[in-house]
């Protein structure tokens, strides 16, 4: 679940359910001391905010003005987990780390405006899929977490994340930092000990 931003169209921007599934391989380094890493895949959705805007304005006997928006509503990920876990005792274990993803794909709206004598009507509006310039290839993340075991290849695990990185670039007209932060919530399967 991710808690999402703070936008300037609305309150919490990127809230909502996600998906996330990997594969792991852990090391012991001590009886106590793990490390691990692997390959996720997930996604971050319910994005509102526009995070490019641009409008044209053409004069003649009245002026019309054109804005032009993307918005990038749902974000693909693959990324490379980088954890710790500490074994606190046979059932329980506690995890720091990174998570550094990399955007694969995305699904944009493009909505463009005309505005005329201060009507404003959509004159185009298209949806399409592909990772568009002004969208941050990486999205790090650190995390901690807790894990308890249910029974010998199981275990529930939660774990709170938190972007050090922004989604979108930046610039003059929409300047905010999408920087989600999240809790992890999921079944972990241990296929060889």
């Not at 606190?88 to 493009?110: H, P, W």
């Not at 790090?140 to 994340?161: D, F, P, Q, T």
């Not at 992890?184 to 399967?189: N, S, V």
């Amino acid at each position: 679940y991710s808690f999402g931003w703070k936008s300037a169209t609305v309150a919490r921007d990127g809230q909502g359910f996600n998906y996330y599934a990997g594969l792991n391989y852990g090391i012991y380094l001590t009886k106590k001391l793990a490390f691990g890493f692997g390959v996720q895949a997930y996604n971050i959705n319910h994005i509102n905010q526009y995070y490019y805007d641009i409008s044209k304005t053409e004069y003649g006997f009245s002026f019309v003005t054109t804005q032009t928006t993307v918005t990038s509503n749902q974000l693909y990920y693959i990324s490379t987990p980088v954890n710790f876990y500490y074994t606190i005792n046979r059932l329980n274990s506690v995890q720091i780390g990174a998570n550094i993803g990399y955007a694969l794909d995305a699904l944009n709206s493009t909505r463009v405006y005309s505005v005329i004598e201060n009507q404003r009507t959509v004159t185009y509006q298209k949806n399409k899929e592909g990772v568009f310039e002004g969208t941050n290839n990486l999205n790090i993340m650190l995390s901690a977490g807790y894990r308890h075991r249910l029974c010998r290849h199981m275990w529930v695990s939660s774990e709170i994340n938190y972007s050090v990185s922004d989604l979108f670039n930046n610039y003059n007209e929409i300047n905010i930092k999408e920087s989600p932060v999240g809790i992890k919530l999921g079944l972990q399967y241990t296929l060889f000990d």
